[in-house]
């Protein structure tokens, strides 16, 4: 039989897993808004891509290459997103950048745990 403390923990846990999930759907919503609705901005996007499908094409996967010379203005996580993109839906413009948000939505979400575990702060108490 649980006391009316634990009972209240309880409900606290499952209170702070609503709001996270509410947090993570709203961001998610938030990040993925205005996906697509610009193109790729030249000359830089351009070459990221480039260098993702030059990747692909190739099949080496960790030094990204453009017009043979390597080309490392970015970390390869970046490519693979692309990459990741580009397997999944085809070369749509819009589809290039899918992983962007995901990363927004994940930063977002572990500084929000990390900081409530320094702070000792339950995510239901900030938002009440």
Avoid: N
């Amino acid at each position: 039989m649980l006391t009316l403390q634990e009972a209240l923990i309880k409900g606290q846990k499952r209170s702070d897993a609503v709001v996270l999930l509410f947090l993570v759907i709203c961001l998610l919503i938030l990040a993925f808004l205005f996906q697509g609705s610009r193109g790729i901005w030249q000359p830089d996007e351009g070459y990221y891509v480039g260098a993702a499908v030059t990747m692909l094409d190739r099949g080496d996967l960790l030094i990204p290459y453009l017009s043979e010379r390597i080309f490392l203005e970015k970390p390869p996580i970046t490519y693979w997103g692309i990459i990741t993109g580009l397997k999944l839906f085809g070369h749509i413009r819009s589809i290039f950048y899918l992983d962007q948000p995901v990363f927004v939505v994940v930063g977002i979400v572990v500084i929000v745990v990390i900081c409530g575990h320094i702070a000792g702060i339950i995510v239901g108490d900030v938002s009440t």
